[in-house]
């Protein structure tokens, strides 16, 4: 079965600093895989997907950043964080191939000082 | 371009009662997926369910059951006899191109506190 893995879970960061979340999915091959932000008491934003290594779309200008070294590997990143950045960040994979359904991970819960 | 309603933001109900969460959507596709999330307070997105834009068929699963209703667009969720297990943040969603770049669409939640 496929999992879905999210780390760290919680981060606590302070204004200027670097980012780097990971995410990673075993128990399939090339999937979508997506990243969101959910901000305090409201829905989700959809950041990047990727439907392949080193395809990477962006939906929303901002100062964060996607990559996809590896087939089951997504990360996501910020050279100097903003206050902004503080929320819930979302990976959640899909089957490549016209499966709709996204499954997501744990999430990590990011708080920018 | 596509959007999702769910004016409902907060429901409050005691263990045992029935209760409805509306959705209502937009889509200018023929051919579209809704969905229903259950996010708990541990933050994690399950799924629950997805709906073709072809098949109208109501669903049951235990003590969930799903009305899609084309007419009026809209895709409601009924928990029947709820428990206090079932109180999570909800969310519908709405995918407008099936394939490789499925993007979902997500209503802003609805906050269901079931009362012991």
């Known amino acids: 079965s496929q999992t879905i893995h999210q780390w760290p879970a919680t981060l606590v960061q302070p204004v200027g600093s670097p980012l780097s979340l990971e995410c990673t999915v075993e128990?399939?091959?090339?999937?979508?895989l997506y990243w969101y932000r959910q901000a305090a008491g409201r829905g989700l934003q959809l950041l990047f997907y990727?439907?392949?290594?080193?395809?990477i779309s962006s939906e929303v200008p901002q100062n964060l950043s996607a990559s996809r070294p590896q087939d089951r590997q997504f990360i996501l990143s910020s050279k100097k964080l903003l206050l902004s950045d503080s929320g819930f960040y979302l990976c959640?994979?899909?089957?490549?191939?016209?499966?709709?359904?996204?499954?997501f991970g744990p999430g990590t819960r990011l708080l920018v000082l | 371009a596509q959007k999702v309603t769910q004016a409902q933001t907060e429901i409050s109900v005691v263990e045992k009662e029935d209760v409805t969460l509306d959705c209502v959507y937009e889509?200018?596709?023929?051919?579209?997926?809704l969905f229903w999330y259950k996010q708990p307070p541990s933050g994690e997105l399950v799924f629950l369910i997805r709906?073709?834009?072809?098949?109208?068929q109501n669903e049951i699963s235990g003590r969930y059951s799903w009305n899609f209703q084309k007419s009026t667009s809209s895709f409601n969720f009924t928990i029947t006899a709820s428990q206090v297990v079932d109180s999570a943040v909800y969310f519908c969603?709405?995918?407008?191109?099936?394939?490789?770049?499925?993007?979902?669409?997500f209503g802003k939640g609805i906050t269901l506190s079931v009362r012991p």
């Open positions: 959640a994979w899909s089957i490549g191939t016209g499966e709709e359904t996204q499954y």
């Open positions: 889509t200018r596709d023929t051919t579209y997926y």
């Open positions: 128990g399939t091959s090339n999937p979508n």
């Open positions: 990727s439907v392949g290594i080193g395809q």
């Open positions: 709906r073709n834009s072809f098949d109208e």
């Open positions: 969603a709405l995918s407008e191109a099936p394939g490789a770049n499925s993007k979902l669409t």
